[in-house]
């Protein structure tokens, strides 16, 4: 069974700091490219930032130098640094081994429910002004 459990999200005041961390489970952790999405309310469904089996990273623009993608392949977990964080930043967070060019084509929480989707819950990250 697939599984990826995001956890880390929380509430903190702009300018703060939190680290998002997702462990996966049931696929190949190590082949798979791994991804954080998040949906603010009224927005479309975003991809945040990916990173590729061997490492390699790219981030939407609105969170470079914000934010970093890491994953540890000992620990089938990949995490999300986020600094600086500011109230636009404000969604419920999706950590993913899917890669959706279309994905603001319906909502995160759409594409976590799909069948054989490989998708966490989701974690709220509030940030206050």
């Known amino acids: 069974e697939v599984q990826l459990v995001e956890s880390g999200g929380g509430s903190v005041q702009a300018g703060g700091s939190l680290r998002l961390s997702c462990t996966a489970s049931?696929?190949?952790?190590?082949?798979?490219?791994m991804v954080w999405y998040r949906q603010a309310p009224g927005n479309e469904c975003e991809l945040v930032s990916i990173?590729?089996?061997?490492?390699?990273?790219s981030y939407v623009e609105s969170v470079k130098d914000r934010f970093t993608i890491s994953r540890d392949h000992a620990k089938n977990t990949v995490y999300l640094q986020m600094n600086n964080l500011k109230p636009e930043d404000t969604a419920v967070y999706y950590c993913?081994?899917?890669?959706?060019?279309?994905?603001?084509?319906?909502?995160?929480?759409?594409?976590?429910?799909?069948?054989?989707?490989?998708w966490g819950k989701g974690t709220q990250v509030t940030v206050s002004s």
């Open positions: 993913a081994a899917e890669f959706i060019p279309e994905v603001a084509s319906q909502l995160c929480s759409a594409w976590a429910t799909e069948d054989d989707a490989h």
């Open positions: 049931g696929f190949t952790f190590d082949d798979s490219d």
């Open positions: 990173i590729d089996s061997d490492g390699s990273t």
